[in-house]
């Protein structure tokens, strides 16, 4: 990339940081240290906003730079996992939005022990949302780690690293110091930004092809090297068994890993009511919707006008085909229009990576103060100095947390982050999902039962990705040079997500104390009407 590109994409990036760095300072210096602040911004944000918010949260660098990547390859099967991505707000809606946001009051653990005994279910949600929060943290870095590393050619890797540990420690500043607050304004104008790029980008590509999304089609399908094959079915998954069982394995951690998010349940805290909390999913599902849509025209378009070869010589996971494509669609390289629209798009990519990391720190962060912290302090404080500690200890676990992404994004730094996404809703599929519903929705469910449903999905999915080709035994590997992958799966959903349900079932039947079903009473009243909400 020429010295022009990187001025002016550098600039553009460090307008969008002293923009939020100034957000950040603004709310931290307006209210200090409220619990319901710190997690919840005061719950004074209204529908529009906070489905823009939720948008931001969930319009990750696995979007953006990810899946447009995959289709650039693979084609249709690339456009599986936007699929997966969109159709996973449909349970969102209609299962979880509403009763998360009467039930609970900061974290996915407090819906899951409103009716249980709190210490031993708020140790194993607590672990589960960490690490779930940290494995999505990775695949953003990772984006961050390529978009730097394309933008300064033989900088290279140490400037790839730098880049990284850049990202964490604004990612630590926006949590510690204003909260939920500061990172619900960054969310909302990260998605401003995101869709008017993508729209700005999906408009030139429907231009250079006149409006004739079939020409654009055969044009990406001949330049990928495919033929035909590209728009069809089975290009990544449809080779042996074991290929369209990680398909299925993928899409089921796709569509049912949203529900059991950390990050994104947070965001119905946000919002004053209940009914509040649902209008913000319909705005959230409208605006990913839409934007989803520009991300299919956005990956065809990067495989019609630059062709699978030059996208994957770039960045073997694709993770670099919208700037180029936006390089391209400029003018070209050495072009102003090219210069100015790169610089424009990498910006935004900037902007998306460190908002979606914003959010995740502060769910983990959360979690780790409000679950983890909480229960194994001795209960010796009133409950004001209480919230005042956990908020000290959240400030302190967001450094943490940032530091353990840096870290494992430096080793996985090789994969595509939209892959690296699909192996955390697998997490959240397994772990938090099953005692999230079984919580919601089954009178009989006990203590036993909510914490063998979350180690039982946790351990296993776990295990599984330390068994498999991510980690060993291929050349895109973690560690290519070993070969310990007995589990041929790169995705474990498949087999993970069945034995968090089976083990919450199992572990209920088995359990040596029936449920409470006063509890559970005023747990489902609390959340059909909202009775007694926070």
Request: some cysteine; proline content about 3%; hydrophobic content about 55%.
């Given at each position: 990339?020429?010295?022009?590109?990187?001025?002016?994409?550098?600039v553009l990036f460090s307008v969008f940081i002293a923009v939020t760095l100034a957000?950040?300072?603004?709310?931290?210096?307006?209210?200090?240290?409220?619990?319901?602040?710190?997690?919840?911004?005061?719950?004074?944000?209204?529908?529009?906003?906070?489905?823009?918010?939720?948008?931001?949260?969930?319009?990750?660098?696995?979007?953006?730079?990810?899946?447009?990547?995959?289709?650039?390859?693979?084609?249709?099967?690339?456009?599986?996992?936007?699929?997966?991505?969109?159709?996973?707000?449909?349970?969102?809606?209609?299962?979880?939005?509403?009763?998360?946001?009467?039930?609970?009051?900061?974290?996915?653990?407090?819906?899951?022990?409103?009716?249980?005994?709190?210490?031993?279910?708020?140790?194993?949600?607590?672990?589960?949302?960490?690490t779930v929060s940290v494995l999505y943290l990775v695949a953003q870095m990772v984006?961050?780690g390529s978009l730097v590393s394309l933008l300064l050619g033989d900088a290279g890797?140490?400037?790839?690293?730098?880049?990284?540990?850049?990202?964490?420690?604004?990612?630590?500043?926006?949590?510690?110091?204003?909260?939920?607050?500061?990172?619900?304004?960054?969310?909302?104008?990260?998605?401003?930004?995101?869709?008017?790029?993508?729209?700005?980008?999906?408009?030139?590509?429907?231009?250079?092809?006149?409006?004739?999304?079939?020409?654009?089609?055969?044009?990406?399908?001949?330049?990928?090297?495919?033929?035909?094959?590209?728009?069809?079915?089975?290009?990544?998954?449809?080779?042996?068994?074991?290929?369209?069982?990680?398909?299925?394995?993928?899409?089921?951690?796709?569509?049912?890993?949203?529900?059991?998010?950390?990050?994104?349940?947070?965001?119905?805290?946000?919002?004053?009511?209940?009914?509040?909390?649902?209008?913000?999913?319909?705005?959230?599902?409208?605006?990913?919707?839409?934007?989803?849509?520009?991300?299919?025209?956005?990956?065809?378009?990067?495989?019609?006008?630059?062709?699978?070869?030059?996208?994957?010589?770039?960045?073997?996971?694709?993770?670099?085909?919208?700037?180029?494509?936006?390089?391209?669609?400029?003018?070209?390289?050495?072009?102003?229009?090219?210069?100015?629209?790169?610089?424009?798009?990498?910006?935004?990519?900037?902007?998306?990576?460190?908002?979606?990391?914003?959010?995740?720190?502060?769910?983990?962060?959360?979690?780790?103060?409000?679950?983890?912290?909480?229960?194994?302090?001795?209960?010796?404080?009133?409950?004001?100095?209480?919230?005042?500690?956990?908020?000290?200890?959240?400030?302190?676990?967001?450094?943490?947390?940032?530091?353990?992404?840096?870290?494992?994004?430096?080793?996985?730094?090789?994969?595509?982050?939209?892959?690296?996404?699909?192996?955390?809703?697998?997490?959240?599929?397994?772990?938090?999902?099953?005692?999230?519903?079984?919580?919601?929705?089954?009178?009989?469910?006990?203590?036993?039962?909510?914490?063998?449903?979350?180690?039982?999905?946790?351990?296993?999915?776990?295990?599984?990705?330390?068994?498999?080709?991510?980690?060993?035994?291929?050349?895109?590997?973690?560690?290519?040079?070993?070969?310990?992958?007995?589990?041929?799966?790169?995705?474990?959903?498949?087999?993970?997500?069945?034995?968090?349900?089976?083990?919450?079932?199992?572990?209920?039947?088995?359990?040596?104390?029936?449920?409470?079903?006063?509890?559970?009473?005023?747990?489902?009243?609390?959340?059909?009407?909202?009775?007694?909400?926070?």
């Open positions: 990339m020429t010295g022009d590109h990187q001025t002016l994409a550098l957000i950040t300072t603004w709310v931290s210096r307006r209210r200090r240290g409220s619990a319901e602040e710190f997690y919840a911004g005061g719950r004074l944000f209204s529908p529009l906003e906070n489905g823009f918010a939720i948008a931001g949260d969930y319009m990750s660098a696995a979007s953006f730079l990810g899946i447009s990547g995959l289709i650039a390859l693979f084609g249709y099967d690339g456009m599986l996992y936007l699929v997966g991505f969109l159709v996973a707000w449909l349970l969102v809606l209609f299962l979880v939005a509403e009763l998360v946001r009467n039930c609970g009051r900061f974290t996915l653990a407090d819906v899951v022990a409103a009716r249980m005994r709190e210490r031993p279910v708020r140790l194993a949600v607590g672990a589960a949302s960490v984006g961050a890797a140490q400037a790839r690293t730098w880049m990284v540990i850049g990202v964490g420690a604004l990612m630590v500043f926006y949590v510690a110091f204003g909260g939920m607050r500061a990172t619900t304004w960054i969310q909302i104008v990260k998605a401003v930004l995101l869709l008017g790029g993508a729209l700005a980008l999906t408009t030139l590509v429907v231009l250079r092809f006149h409006g004739d999304v079939n020409a654009l089609l055969n044009t990406a399908a001949e330049r990928s090297g495919h033929g035909k094959d590209f728009l069809a079915p089975g290009l990544k998954y449809g080779g042996d068994w074991t290929a369209r069982l990680d398909f299925i394995s993928l899409g089921l951690a796709l569509v049912l890993g949203t529900g059991g998010l950390p990050h994104i349940l947070s965001r119905f805290y946000t919002v004053p009511t209940a009914r509040a909390a649902r209008r913000s999913a319909v705005w959230a599902i409208g605006l990913i919707g839409g934007f989803y849509l520009m991300t299919v025209v956005l990956g065809f378009g990067a495989a019609a006008v630059l062709g699978s070869g030059a996208v994957r010589a770039s960045n073997a996971a694709g993770n670099t085909a919208v700037p180029l494509l936006a390089l391209d669609l400029g003018g070209g390289a050495g072009s102003t229009g090219g210069t100015v629209l790169f610089a424009v798009v990498a910006a935004v990519a900037f902007a998306t990576i460190l908002a979606v990391v914003a959010g995740l720190t502060l769910a983990s962060s959360a979690s780790v103060a409000h679950d983890l912290h909480a229960s194994l302090r001795p209960r010796r404080t009133g409950e004001q100095g209480a919230r005042r500690s956990e908020v000290a200890v959240a400030r302190v676990a967001a450094v943490a947390v940032g530091a353990v992404a840096i870290g494992l994004a430096l080793l996985a730094r090789n994969l595509n982050v939209a892959f690296l996404v699909g192996l955390a809703f697998a997490v959240a599929a397994s772990a938090n999902l099953p005692a999230l519903l079984y919580a919601l929705f089954w009178r009989r469910f006990t203590t036993r039962g909510a914490v063998w449903s979350v180690y039982g999905g946790l351990i296993p999915a776990l295990t599984l990705v330390a068994l498999s080709p991510v980690v060993s035994g291929s050349p895109d590997a973690l560690f290519p040079g070993r070969d310990f992958a007995v589990f041929p799966l790169a995705n474990p959903g498949v087999v993970s997500i069945p034995l968090g349900f089976l083990m919450g079932w199992l572990g209920t039947l088995l359990s040596p104390e029936a449920a409470d079903k006063a509890r559970h009473a005023e747990t489902e009243v609390r959340a059909l009407t909202g009775a007694g909400a926070a």
